[in-house]
């Protein structure tokens, strides 16, 4: 297998076993679906390459395979066992209105929860990996579990990440100071710009709003209202602390 990355923040990935039959492009956050690995692009304008590869100017993507067999792409590991995927951040925020849970250092960092130094073109690469990306471009988008494991009292403590997240005032999906209802977010993938990703520009990964050029989105209705969202103080005990954030299918969790 070859993995290779546009210099800069573009994607390349070449599978070199691929199935020619496999090479169809498609529009919209799809390219080569059908193999499961080059899927999840959106709004792709280039020629498709040969052999499955969504490419630009290419080096290479820091790629390792561990003794555990997990796969390590930069700071993003990737579970094939537990179909998960895992990466670190730090708490950001303890207060003021957030729009969203997880950017990068080119992201909205005044308004996220956590920050993190994880490239999104990594995690996309891993969700690839994992097929984790939606297969027909008009459909729903894949659903996922998020979760959140945080030190506490010497151990290490796991949440899901809508525990950390709490209503600013009373809507039609919970009171004021509620934590957010316990639901799947969505996989939305990779927005291209240009042939860049675009999360990678934008910094942003997990949004609570509205934002086409997150990975992962907040299906709540909620994402409408920009003054909504609050960190969760009580959860978050210090602003800097270290935590890794974890993902994994939906229906992998619920079995």
């Not at 390349?12 to 080059?38: K, Y």
């Not at 993507?61 to 179909?83: H, S, Y």
């Not at 969700?127 to 579990?145: H, T």
Request: proline share 6%; glycine share 8%; with cysteine.
């Amino acid at each position: 297998m070859l993995l290779a990355l546009a210099g800069g923040n573009g994607v390349a990935v070449e599978m070199a076993h691929a199935n020619p039959a496999e090479q169809t492009a498609g529009t919209g956050r799809e390219f080569g679906a059908e193999s499961g690995v080059a899927s999840g692009f959106e709004k792709r304008v280039d020629p498709k390459p040969a052999n499955n590869v969504v490419s630009q100017k290419t080096s290479a993507v820091p790629f390792e395979t561990m003794p555990d067999g997990r796969i390590r792409i930069g700071l993003v590991t990737l579970d094939k066992a537990k179909r998960e995927i895992s990466f670190p951040a730090k708490i950001n925020m303890r207060e003021g209105l957030v729009e969203y849970a997880v950017v990068t250092s080119a992201g909205k960092v005044h308004e996220s929860v956590f920050v993190t130094d994880a490239s999104p073109t990594h995690l996309h690469l891993a969700a690839l990996l994992l097929k984790m990306c939606r297969i027909d471009v008009q459909g729903a988008p894949p659903q996922i579990s998020i979760f959140v494991d945080a030190p506490c009292s010497g151990s290490v403590k796991c949440e899901s990440l809508d525990k950390y997240i709490v209503y600013a005032k009373d809507n039609p999906e919970g009171l004021s100071g509620a934590t957010l209802p316990p639901t799947a977010w969505n996989y939305s993938g990779a927005l291209l710009n240009g042939g860049n990703v675009s999360a990678e520009s934008e910094g942003s990964i997990i949004s609570l709003i509205s934002d086409a050029t997150a990975l992962i989105s907040n299906p709540r209705e909620g994402r409408l209202d920009d003054t909504l969202h609050l960190p969760n103080s009580r959860m978050l005990s210090e602003v800097g602390l270290p935590v890794v954030i974890r993902f994994r299918s939906f229906e992998a969790t619920e079995k």
